[in-house]
């Protein structure tokens, strides 16, 4: 959503096609397309070639999740759609060093030459995910921290801890000024 948003991609009024189903990428992201306005098909790998295609064909915001490596065609995608391909699947390439290249759901090339934006794969969606948890993860931190001026000690205690727990588990930790006295 953030991507779309970014972009600022028109989302109310839209029809968004998800091409998967499953409880991590697809039913989540449809239900916040939902939420924000638009009219959302959900397909997979089950549903019929020509069907998919024929919905595939009409979408104006277009989510491949489903999986399998260029299950999507890119001819058939609308011109001007917005292309976000979560899959990134291995197929074999004996040109490449280690037999293999990573390829999304959506046939790439042929789908950009059609659609408006379209994300790469890999390079994508990937790195926007990294980004959006670092982000949450900040945002939990800061709301786990104390908010009175009373409990400056006990903050300061909870940025020591997690200071000295990161660096006993061997995890990055955010320094101590990323999280400002209150």
Known sequence: MEMLRRSEVRISGALAVIVGRSNVVGMPIAHMLLQSDATVQ???TKTPREELERAVRCADILVACAGQPQV???????????????GI???DDSS?????RLVGDVDFEP???RAGKI????????PMTIAMLMLNTEKLARARLPRTAGDAAA??????????????????CFPAEHFPQQ
């Open 72 to 86: 999507v065609k890119g001819e058939w995608v609308k011109p001007g759609a917005t292309v976000i391909d979560v």
């Open 111 to 113: 789908a950009r030459q």
């Open 119 to 126: 994300t790469p794969v890999p390079g994508g969606v990937g």
């Open 42 to 44: 959900i397909l997979h």
């Open 89 to 91: 699947n291995p197929v």
């Open 155 to 172: 903050a300061a205690k909870q940025r020591e801890l997690l200071r000295e727990g990161g660096a006993q588990a061997g995890v990055m």
């Open 96 to 100: 490449q060093p280690k037999g293999y």
